[in-house]
Nanobody, 122 residues
């Protein structure tokens, strides 16, 4: 079991920045894959960014490459999503998620946070 608690959403103007945090607990994280997803009203949930807790590769969907940065703090068991140059189309509920093994970019994550709203005004 992995428990996830997110924080950091809010309202920001286009061009601004936000940082989301996801604190993980419940088991040894070395084999865990962490991902950030988002779901806008009327749209399907989509993968945004992800990483393997024990690896160095980072994964991003094309629409956020160069603007968003995923990182982790091993001491705090926390994954972050730094979102820069935000656009109105980034508006969505953002969820962090975790799974044990598999592909980072696939949607089959077993554990999900409660979600945090990000709203970007134009």
């Amino acid at each position: 079991q992995v428990q996830l608690v997110e924080s950091g959403g809010g309202l920001v103007q286009a061009g601004g920045s936000l940082r989301l945090s996801c604190a993980a607990s419940g088991r040894t994280l070395s084999s865990v894959i962490m991902g950030w997803f988002r779901q806008a009203p009327g749209k399907e949930r989509e993968f945004v960014a992800g990483l393997r807790w024990s690896g160095s590769s980072l994964y991003y969907t094309d629409s956020v490459k160069g603007r968003f940065i995923i990182s982790r703090d091993d001491a705090k068991n926390t994954v972050y999503l730094q979102m820069n140059s935000l656009k109105p189309e980034d508006t969505a509920v953002y969820h962090c998620a975790a799974k044990i093994g598999g592909l980072v970019v696939s949607m089959d994550y077993a554990y999900w946070g409660q979600g945090t709203q990000v709203t970007v005004s134009s």
